[in-house]
T-cell receptor
Framework: TQLLEQSPQFLSIQEGENLTVYCNSSSVFSSLQWYRQEPGEGPVLLVT?????EVKKLKRLTFQFGDARKDSSLHITAAQPGDTGLYLC????????????FGQGTTLQVKP | KAGVTQTPRYLIKTRGQQVTLSCSPI?????VSWYQQTPGQGLQFLFE???????NKGNFPGRFSGRQFSNSRSEMNVSTLELGDSALYLC??????????????FGEGSRLTVL
């Protein structure tokens, strides 16, 4: 069974601080995705990483896929209150399937 | 273009009742997946449909069922509701199963409360 472990589960920081969220597994994933979910809403896709060692940047967010495609990280620089939300990593095992395996999520609170 | 639409957004049922939730995917998307989200278990895969056929099913009891229509709209049904079925039920769509590189587009969810 493929599992994704996210850490930390909760993070409360001040505006302007940097943070990193980790997503780890003992299994290889063909791709990993990061979603952000706000209360009362569905998850919204932030990025998909597919190549081992890949780094993608989305404004102040940097996403990295591990060389072995078993782990990923999300780094936020100079966090803002608008970054507050639930961050979820999710992976596809293999093949074309709508079955995503989700991590438990990281609840981020950025205080002004 | 319009996103994934789920109805109803909120509903309250009592134990033993059944419920049907509806999902209209993004226009042109033919694959629909359903997920259950709870505080304790997070997001868990329920099932996936493509071209009216169930392609994958998660580890849920037979009380959970679904179907997809020829216009790609999907419904899921939960019978004999239990308190533990209280959750946010999320529908996600993609053009093909898993999208071009796995992208799924989620609706806002249907919040089910079982009393």
């Amino acid at each position: 069974t493929q599992l994704l472990e996210q850490s930390p589960q909760f993070l409360s920081i001040q505006e302007g601080e940097n943070l990193t969220v980790y997503c780890n597994s003992s299994s290889v994933f063909s791709s990993l995705q990061w979603y952000r979910q706000e209360p009362g809403e569905g998850p919204v896709l932030l990025v998909t990483v597919v190549t081992g060692g890949e780094v993608k940047k989305l404004k102040r967010l940097t996403f990295q896929f591990g060389d072995a495609r078993k782990d990923s990280s999300l780094h936020i620089t100079a966090a803002q209150p608008g970054d507050t939300g639930l961050y979820l990593c999710a992976g596809h095992g293999s093949g074309n399937t709508g079955k995503l395996i989700f991590g438990q999520g990281t609840t981020l609170q950025v205080k002004p | 273009k319009a996103g994934v639409t789920q109805t109803p957004r909120y509903l309250i049922k009592t134990r033993g009742q059944q419920v049907t939730l509806s999902c209209s995917p993004i226009s042109g998307h033919r694959s629909v997946s359903w997920y259950q989200q709870t505080p304790g278990q997070g997001l868990q895969f329920l099932f996936e449909y493509f071209s009216e056929t169930q392609r994958n099913k998660g580890n849920f009891p037979g009380r959970f069922s679904g179907r997809q229509f020829s216009n790609s709209r999907s419904e899921m049904n939960v019978s004999t509701l239990e308190l533990g079925d209280s959750a946010l039920y999320l529908c996600a769509s993609s053009w093909i199963p898993g999208g071009s590189t796995g992208e799924l587009f989620f609706g806002e969810g249907s919040r089910l409360t079982v009393l």
